[in-house]
């Protein structure tokens, strides 16, 4: 009798542990495609935008520049015959020297116009992170994975993809704003 008690009390113990972890709601453990929240969040649009006005204005100073450089070049090249030799070589210095500066320019404009897109790309991937783990919280999932189409994650059933119900929660708290 004793031992009819043990085995039903082991297979009681173990059907409980068995209907508790099959129990355990699996869709816990969802992902969102970090790709698509990214070009749908209204939000990358909008500094996307800002960011392509601030670079076309640092652009358009080098090509000013640059045209202006052209422009002496031109006028050198058509009046060298009227200097002295002297005059060539100062002309000449100049005209490499202020080409030199240009290429400087050239330069921190386009290591400016990275790091400014690298920011504003760091903004929105905060703004959205920051997003995702609140909504995590309130929607009281285990773990919200990224998938990015770089191999984080190579199969997931589509019923745990919350990409469009973030993104669209996302954009309405954005437009909120």
């Given at each position: 009798m004793k031992k009819i008690t043990l085995i039903i009390a082991i297979l009681a113990l173990i059907t409980s542990l068995a209907t508790f972890f099959y129990s355990q709601d699996n869709s816990k453990l969802v992902y969102v495609d970090v790709n698509k929240l990214l070009d749908g969040y209204k939000r990358t649009k909008v500094v996307r935008a800002e960011f392509e006005k601030k670079a076309k204005v640092l652009r358009a100073n080098v090509d000013s520049l640059v045209t202006d450089w052209q422009k002496e070049l031109k006028l050198y090249?058509?009046?060298?015959?009227?200097?002295?030799?002297?005059?060539?070589?100062?002309?000449?210095?100049?005209?490499?020297?202020?080409?030199?500066?240009?290429?400087?320019?050239?330069?921190?404009?386009?290591?400016?116009?990275?790091?400014e897109d690298k920011k504003a790309?760091?903004?929105?991937?905060?703004?959205?992170?920051?997003?995702?783990?609140?909504?995590?919280?309130?929607?009281?999932?285990?773990?919200?994975f990224g998938a990015s189409g770089a191999g984080s994650i190579m199969y997931a059933d589509k019923s745990a993809d919350l990409t469009e119900k973030v993104l669209e929660k996302l954009n309405s708290d954005f437009e909120g704003k």
């Open positions: 090249e058509k009046e060298r015959s009227k200097y002295s030799k002297k005059e060539l070589k100062l002309k000449q210095e100049l005209l490499g020297n202020k080409q030199q500066q240009i290429n400087n320019y050239q330069q921190a404009v386009q290591k400016q116009v990275q790091e790309t760091q903004t929105v991937i905060n703004d959205i992170n920051d997003f995702v783990t609140e909504y995590g919280k309130e929607k009281g999932y285990k773990i919200i």
